[in-house]
């Protein structure tokens, strides 16, 4: 049987792993597990609020959508459910805001474009740890990051 990239692999650990694309180098690998999730944050770039866009370590090992959070729309922000590839997204409107469900949509790895300080997207880990990414690349680096097996020496 073929190995699936990015799937978890008997005897390996998996990382949530931060690349800078033009450099062709890893700038954070970060240790996660299955059913974990890692957070982005940022500002929106023209109404200038907060947006969460949440990530899931899906099985076997895979990257994939779990929900988008803001409490006001924006430009290229949701207004309603949407159909993206296999799966329609779930729209609620609660007391803190809007909620999009992803439904842990499979994703091969994000790529980004950094954003200045007033955007400043930062990556929140399952164990509360933060990465600023202003804070590894400048703004406009191209990034990309995905779930990788890792050794099981991984620490």
């Known amino acids: 049987m073929a190995a699936v990239p990015g799937a978890a692999v008997p005897g390996r650990r998996l990382r949530f792993v931060v690349a800078d694309l033009d450099a062709g180098r890893v700038l954070h690998a970060h240790p996660v ?12 770039s023209v109404s200038k609020r907060p947006v969460e866009e949440v990530f899931s370590v899906a099985p076997p090992g895979r990257l994939a959508m779990a929900e988008m959070r803001f409490d ?3 430009a290229n922000l949701p207004a ?3 159909r993206i590839g296999s799966v329609t997204t779930t729209f609620l409107r609660t007391d803190e805001g809007y909620r999009v469900l992803h439904h842990d949509r499979p994703l091969d790895r994000v790529q980004q474009m950094v954003g200045g300080p007033r955007v400043d997207h930062v990556l929140t880990f399952p164990d509360g740890r933060r990465l600023r990414l202003l804070d590894v690349v400048e703004r406009g680096t191209r990034v990309e990051w995905s779930v990788q097996g890792a050794p099981g020496a991984w620490p």
């Not at 597990?33 to 929106?44: C, D, I, K």
């Open 72 to 74: 006001t729309f924006g």
């Open 80 to 82: 309603g459910p949407e």
């Open 33 to 44: 597990a299955v059913g974990e999730h890692v957070v982005l944050r940022h500002t929106h």
